[in-house]
């Protein structure tokens, strides 16, 4: 199997290799910068000859966003542009101008409805002071030293790693790995290099293939397993949050930028500044660590693993758990297992979003209409089983798995759930323990209980 995987690491450079990448990334802002001037000046100029009444066929020519057409008019300009063009790889001039085209080609896909999502904006103009820096390599020579501690990149030279590379060497020794590009940024203080790779993994078999597990994810525990298994919830942020307090206040207290009157940061204001960014970024790397421990262990354990679509960006309006449901990574947890699942030769099912989970008792599946988030037992009226409310939340997203198997590749349920559970008291919907819910063929039981969730795979 054919993937795009990446691999990062963390460098060690000299003041000297630090201020050759630092000019750049200095060059691929100055490339940005120029390019999106010159698109922004003519989309104003034209706008504004509309509004002289000048027909369409003499307006200003209009400018192409595309990267070949943004690196030739680069091209032809970068002498007087740029004087000092002679002293970086023309990859890093290719970075800013690649950015930009991307940048506008989502703002215009955004604007014309072909881009789901959150909408793009119009792309901004990049400080040398508030941006981060940042240099891709696409040619030239890219590659990992025989010693695994150094890596060569174009005009850069050989630069110093802070670990040992024999993950990615072995792959390239081996013949089953190629390096696409490789990307040099600053990141929480230090400079990492990840290499985009084209690598072929071998086809694997989870432990347990025809095992089904649901995960419910919450604030209290990070993940509960249908399997009775409590994933603790780290709360790294919540940790640090005494620290960050104290580096906060001791940062307000040094004589900081100010675009009005255009002061400068003062040494001692920049040097808080980057004790609070490692702070910060100390408390990502221990969420990224503790996240991709829990997802690969369940990718390579289980052969169905079943989570549920959550509103996470809705889930952070509630301004009293907003920060603890940030600190848990609800989303990267998922956009983890997708990938993770697909490697170790599974399936992510992924339940409709208004799916009842808590709501429904996952022994006899009665629905309860109402269930206040501070109710931590799930007590059904129907047949008396007391459970832990996340448990029978992931005991139903494991009991509704066999709707995909019986229902093939497409969705299950057509519509899925109704964004607001129907009243039906304690005989909504009844099953036979340990089956799964009805209303299967999408419509709406008699009872007036819910349908059962839209399943979709992840991949």
């Given at each position: 199997m054919r993937t795009i995987q990446a691999y990062r690491f963390a460098l060690d450079l000299t003041p000297a290799q630090e201020r050759a990448v630092l000019a750049h990334a200095g060059a691929a802002r100055v490339a940005h910068n120029w390019?999106?001037?010159?698109?922004?000046?003519?989309?104003?100029?034209?706008?504004a000859e509309r509004t002289y009444g000048v027909p369409d066929d003499r307006l200003t020519a209009a400018v192409s966003w595309s990267l070949p057409a943004l690196r030739k008019a680069w091209n032809a300009v970068k002498v007087e542009v740029a004087p000092?063009?002679?002293?970086?790889?023309?990859?890093?001039?290719?970075?800013?101008?690649?950015?930009?085209?991307?940048?506008?080609?989502?703002?215009s896909d955004s604007r014309s409805g072909q881009r789901t999502g959150r909408p793009a904006g119009f792309p901004r103009f990049k400080s040398r002071r508030r941006s981060t820096p940042s240099v891709r390599f696409t040619t030239g020579a890219i590659r990992v030293e025989p010693?695994?501690?150094?890596?060569?990149?174009?005009?850069?030279?050989?630069?110093?790693?802070?670990?040992?590379?024999?993950?990615?060497?072995?792959?390239?020794?081996?013949?089953?790995?190629?390096?696409?590009?490789?990307?040099v940024r600053r990141d929480?203080?230090?400079?990492?290099?990840?290499?985009?790779?084209?690598?072929?993994?071998?086809?694997?078999?989870?432990a347990r293939p025809g095992s089904v597990v649901g995960v419910d994810v919450g604030v209290t525990h990070l993940a509960v397993l249908s399997t009775r298994q409590l994933e603790p919830n780290p709360r790294h942020l919540h940790q640090a949050q005494r620290s960050l307090r104290a580096l906060g206040r001791s940062l307000s207290r040094k004589a900081g930028p100010d675009r009005r009157t255009g002061r400068r940061p003062s040494k001692r204001w920049q040097r808080a500044q980057a004790r609070l960014g490692r702070t910060h970024a100390r408390v990502a790397n221990l969420r990224r660590d503790g996240l991709h421990k829990?997802?690969?262990?369940?990718a390579a354990t289980y052969g169905t693993i079943v989570v549920e679509d959550l509103n996470v960006s809705g889930m952070l309006a509630n301004r009293r758990l907003a920060r603890h449901i940030a600190d848990a990574g609800f989303a990267e947890m998922r956009r983890q297992l997708d990938y993770k699942t697909e490697w170790s030769g599974g399936r992510l099912l992924v339940a409709d979003r208004w799916y009842p989970s808590s709501k429904t008792c996952s022994d006899c599946g009665a629905v309860k209409t109402k269930l206040a988030?501070?109710?931590?037992?799930?007590?059904?009226?129907?047949?008396?089983?007391?459970?832990?409310?996340?448990?029978?939340?992931?005991?139903?997203?494991?009991?509704?798995?066999?709707?995909?198997?019986t229902a093939g590749s497409g969705p299950v349920a057509g519509r899925g759930a109704d964004q607001k559970t129907r009243p039906g008291g304690p005989?909504?919907?009844?099953?036979?323990?340990?089956?799964?819910?009805?209303?299967?063929?999408?419509?709406?039981?008699?009872q007036g209980g819910t349908t059962a969730p839209t399943l979709t795979r992840a991949h």
């Open positions: 390019a999106l001037a010159r698109v922004k000046a003519v989309m104003d100029q034209r706008a000092w063009w002679a002293e970086c790889s023309k990859e890093a001039f290719n970075t800013g101008l690649d950015a930009l085209a991307r940048a506008l080609k989502h703002w010693d695994r501690k150094h890596v060569v990149l174009p005009r850069l030279g050989r630069l110093k790693l802070h670990e040992s590379a024999r993950k990615l060497a072995r792959r390239l020794d081996n013949g089953t790995a190629r390096i696409m590009s490789a990307t929480g203080g230090r400079w990492h290099v990840a290499f985009t790779v084209s690598v072929e993994r071998p086809e694997r078999r989870p829990l997802t690969t262990r369940l988030l501070s109710e931590r037992e799930y007590q059904c009226e129907t047949c008396g089983l007391v459970i832990d409310r996340d448990l029978n939340a992931a005991r139903n997203l494991a009991a509704i798995a066999a709707d995909a198997t005989a909504a919907v009844k099953r036979q323990p340990g089956t799964a819910p009805a209303g299967k063929t999408g419509t709406v039981p008699p």
